[in-house]
Every structure is written in C-alpha cells, then in structure tokens.
Nanobody, 117 residues
Framework: QVQLVESGGGLVQVGGTLRLSCAASGSLLGTVAMGWYRQAPGNERELVAIIPIIGSTTSTYADSVKGRFTIARDNAKNTVYLQMNSLKPEDTAVYYC?????????WGQGTQVTVSS
C-alpha cells in the first residue's frame, strides 16, 4: 500500500502563486511516476502534470498549465511538488496527487485550490 499526503492548497487571488506538496509513504519500490490531477465541480478529473520517478526527468503538462505550472520531485524525500504561478479562476479545483507503482495507481485525498477574482 502507498499513502499520499497532499498539502499547500488554499485561496489565492488571480495572478497569485501556490505550491502543492505530495509526500508518499509505504511500499514505494517500483514507483514509476507521480503527478497531479484536478477536478472542478461538474467536470471529470483531468491531468495537470506528471513526472517520471526513475530515469528521465521529462515531465508532461496539460496545455492549459504549460508555462505557468512546474512539477518537481525530491526522490530522497519521496515528495513531488507542483509550483503554480499566474493562477487563473479556471484553475480552481480539487487537486489530487497520483502515484503509479508498477501497474497500480494510488490517489491522495485531494487539496482544494480556489482562485478568486
């Protein structure tokens, strides 16, 4: 089992910044990638960013966040971060941390991000 604990969400004004953190614990051997998804009310959960944990550091971003969000990892701390800059109202959502360990995907409990205008 893998446990994911997110932190860093909150309320911010348009143009502001937030940094989300996701700390993983448990049976982490075989972790392939970690990332962030988000879900706004009435919408499906969507990819925000994914970063490989082994090998390449090339990350994948949703088009809507490219140039504004940056995903980073600290393998020593088993932690992934999402730096969010130039936030927009449409970024308002519950953000979920994801970890893929071999063929199993684990999810965190989610953290609310609200961008007010």
């Amino acid at each position: 089992q893998v446990q994911l604990v997110e932190s860093g969400g909150g309320l911010v004004q348009v143009g502001g910044t937030l940094r989300l953190s996701c700390a993983a614990s448990g049976s982490l051997l075989g972790t392939v990638a970690m990332g962030w998804y988000r879900q706004a009310p009435g919408n499906e959960r969507e990819l925000v960013a994914i970063i490989p944990i082994i090998g390449s550091t090339t990350s994948t971003y949703a088009d809507s966040v490219k140039g504004r969000f940056t995903i980073a990892r600290d393998n020593a701390k088993n932690t992934v971060y999402l730096q969010m800059n130039s936030l927009k109202p449409e970024d308002t959502a519950v953000y979920y941390c994801m970890s893929r360990v071999r063929q199993v995907v684990y999810w965190g409990q989610g953290t609310q991000v609200t961008v007010s205008s």
